[in-house]
């Protein structure tokens, strides 16, 4: 049951952005990007795991890939808060957009570019939720998604050892 509810939560958080992009006219910058493939590449193996119900051992070898992915997208996110939370004198000068990095750099400059940040990445919106942005909101995704992923490893043990 929690590989579903992962699922529907990514994809709640995938659409509620692009919701944001298209409907709402505001661009991601890199970070939010980046923070979307997480939440995407969660989605995906929470699908996997929900149509395969493994027993426990498979439940702990997809704990251990959702843990990795939680852990980069919550390290990404907290990158984010982190820059958003900067007084204005720290904050890093505003860089090329996504695209052009992509076109004009290596992958894994681009990737490096993007954790250091740009201005861009700095400024929170102006969606808030009980006083937290989105990037914070999406740290917080990414912990209960990785508590999640634990959690389901000890409810398979347990239902399967009863069978």
């Known amino acids: 049951m929690c ?21 709402k006219n505001e661009e991601p910058c890199p970070l939010c990007i980046f923070q979307r493939i997480a939440v995407a590449a969660l989605g995906v193996v929470f699908l996997v795991a929900a149509l395969h119900n493994p027993l426990r051992r498979g439940a702990i070898v997809y704990a251990v890939i959702l843990l990795a992915i939680a852990s980069i997208g919550a390290a990404i996110a907290g990158r984010h808060v982190y820059l958003q939370n900067l007084p204005k004198d720290l904050v890093p000068e505003c860089g090329p957009g996504l695209n052009y990095m992509l076109d004009a750099f290596p992958l894994g400059e681009v990737i490096g570019k993007v954790l250091r940040g740009s201005g861009e990445c700095a400024e929170a919106g102006k969606w808030r939720l009980l006083g937290l942005t989105i990037p914070a909101w999406t740290l917080v995704a990414f912990i209960g998604m990785g508590i999640g992923a634990i959690i389901q490893v000890w409810n398979g043990g347990r239902e399967h050892a009863n069978k």
């Open 3 to 23: 590989y579903w509810l992962g699922f529907l939560l990514c994809a709640g958080l995938i659409g509620y952005a692009l919701f944001l992009q298209y409907g």
